[in-house]
């Protein structure tokens, strides 16, 4: 017999911080869940950091990014791993 479960997901809502930082880096979020099969195919299996519309650096391993890039702390810069063959997109609930 199953248990029943008290587990309940509440909504997310940001703080107008966390809002204002979102509306910043949705450029980014949709180049990279649309990123172009071309460019998929070009970065697969390295890492890429992206900015706006493009793709600033990449690299094979994350520390080798990290050296590449003069300010790899910089929160609206994404960084991502583009597996080999694998395509992940993902999408904020609307």
């Known amino acids: ?14 703080t107008p911080q966390q809002a204002e930082f979102l509306k910043i880096v949705e450029p980014t979020r ?5 990123l172009p099969d071309a460019i998929r195919r070009q970065y697969a299996g390295q890492w890429i950091a992206a ?13 080798e990014l990290h050296a590449k890039l ?8 994404l960084k991502l791993r583009l597996e ?8 904020f609930p609307s």
Do not use: E, Y
Not at 30 to 34: D, E, P, S
């Open 30 to 34: 949709q180049f990279l869940h649309n």
């Open 1 to 14: 017999m199953a248990s029943s479960s008290s587990l309940r997901i509440r909504r997310w809502l940001p």
């Open 51 to 63: 900015k706006g519309s493009q793709v600033v650096a990449a690299a094979p391993t994350c520390a």
């Open 70 to 77: 003069r300010d790899f702390d910089d929160p609206t810069i």
């Open 84 to 91: 080999d063959g694998i395509s992940i997109r993902w999408r």
